[in-house]
């Protein structure tokens, strides 16, 4: 028979079992729990705050002040002709009307440009289909020449937030450029000037509601104009007056102006709700999973050092992207905490460098062709072209502006009586080499990135 003290011995061991077994565990679940629960209660007051001070800043943060943002940056006075001009394009008469011509064929990676003394295969469609639709084209010139962004009806609901209207906009840019080149074909610089002017009031429609998709469809829009431009430019078809309504136009967005920052407030707005909600985030394959006020911190944190970059300098702006892009990375190969802190963030934060050349491309190329347009300003009142884009600034255009980066300009040279003016280069914007780019090595690259760039301007003197 076991003794008193032997049993008593299987109790206490029996105790420190269950202590050691199931209670201490259970606690130190408990604790755990209390602990995180504590954290994330810290950081939902965090976040809670910060949320705050943003809709005191007019920005937003969700669906309801995302439809304030919206609204106070669109016009609805032509809403109703608009929605006329899309339901037209949208029709089945319009879109087999189309089809017939290459200029709307968006499977083309390089097509030849529309210009004057070269064939032009696809003439008689094009000029069936503008006749055609010449009412139509005349309502869209009216209506976008000056435009204003328009307040489509649009119903916000995080990233499931559908923009019809934004992508229906390419079809009408491609008829305003279609006319466009007739006119440059006919070397009729007020046609072509107002289907200029057109192009770039319409590349401004969609910057109202200002996310990456309607931003990039604006970029798409200004590239067709720049296109045109610079053909333009290069055939000497533009008016000494008609350069003069085009200058100021082209200045506007050489530099970003609040784009970049109203882009990357949108953005934030569009991923918040998903931190809380997951099912906001279902359509971009977003994680549901529980606390999340540190990992939206995160994200916070992250874009508000975006919209905080110095715009003045391209090549700072370009640096300071990259130390995004590596805090990034960096914190993708963190320690476990800092994984599980950044789930939703690395799953929606997008790719910064990429958007920041879009924006750098098209301030470089407005840069351009302001400087292209002064050139040829100072042509006509001068009979020839200037030895140097210094000499710009005696037609009121500031060179210092116009340039690359702080401390680097673009490259400019006169050979007799024919000017170059060149730029970077799809790889490296920045880098302006000594000697100009070969046509033949800008189309192999254009052709390789599937994008037609405008970094080497040809001005033969005198075409006029």
């Known amino acids: 028979m076991p003794t008193q003290d032997e049993k008593a011995s299987k109790r206490s061991c029996l105790f420190l079992s269950i202590l050691f077994f199931v209670v201490l565990p259970f606690s130190s679940i408990a604790l755990g729990l209390l602990l995180w629960s504590a954290r994330e209660s810290s950081g939902n007051r965090r976040l809670a705050a910060r949320k705050a001070n943003m809709v005191k800043q007019g920005l937003p943060i969700d669906d309801k002040t995302m439809t304030q943002f919206f609204n106070d940056r669109t016009d609805p006075t032509n809403l109703a002709a608009w929605q006329n001009v899309l339901a037209t394009i949208a ?251 950044s789930i939703i963030t690395l799953q929606t934060i997008p790719s910064m460098q990429g958007v920041g050349e879009a924006f750098i491309r098209r301030a470089l190329m407005h840069r351009m062709a302001a400087l292209a347009i002064g050139l040829r300003l100072y042509e006509d009142r001068n009979g020839s072209l200037p030895k140097s884009i210094q000499v710009l600034s005696e037609i009121s255009l500031d060179i210092k502006r116009l340039t690359p980066t702080n401390g680097t300009s673009f490259g400019y040279r006169v050979d007799r009586d024919n000017a170059k003016l060149w730029g970077g280069s799809n790889k490296d914007t920045l880098k302006i080499a000594s000697e100009p780019h070969t046509i033949e090595s800008m189309r192999a690259e254009s052709l390789e990135s599937s994008r037609r760039e405008n970094w080497l301007w040809e001005l033969p003197a005198g075409r006029k």
């Open 91 to 341: 029709d089945k008469e319009y879109q087999a009307s189309r089809n017939e011509v290459a200029t709307f064929w968006e499977d083309m990676i390089f097509r030849e440009p529309i210009v004057p003394d070269i064939p032009w295969e696809d003439e008689a469609a094009s000029f069936s289909f503008l006749d055609k639709w010449k009412t139509l084209h005349e309502e869209v010139v009216q209506l976008s020449i000056d435009a204003k962004p328009v307040r489509f009806h649009t119903q916000f609901n995080s990233t499931n937030t559908l923009l019809p209207e934004v992508q229906s906009l390419m079809p009408i840019a491609r008829t305003l450029e279609l006319q466009g080149r007739v006119g440059l074909r006919a070397r009729n610089s007020a046609v072509v000037r107002e289907n200029l002017e057109a192009l770039l009031g319409l590349s401004n429609i969609p910057t109202g509601y200002p996310s990456l998709v309607s931003q990039f469809v604006s970029f798409a829009i200004d590239g067709i104009a720049m296109d045109l431009l610079k053909d333009a430019i290069e055939f000497d078809v533009l008016s000494e007056v008609d350069l003069q309504i085009l200058l100021p136009k082209v200045l506007e967005v050489s530099d970003f102006g609040e784009d970049w920052k109203a882009t990357i407030a949108v953005e934030r707005g569009i991923a918040l709700p998903m931190f809380s909600n997951p099912e906001k985030g279902k359509s971009v394959g977003v994680t549901s999973l529980p606390g999340r006020s540190h990992d939206a911190l995160l994200y916070l944190d992250l874009m508000e050092g975006l919209i905080d970059i110095p715009l003045e300098d391209l090549a700072e702006f370009k640096a300071r992207l990259q130390n995004v892009e590596s805090r990034v990375q960096e914190i993708a190969n963190a320690n476990l905490l800092a994984k599980f802190d």
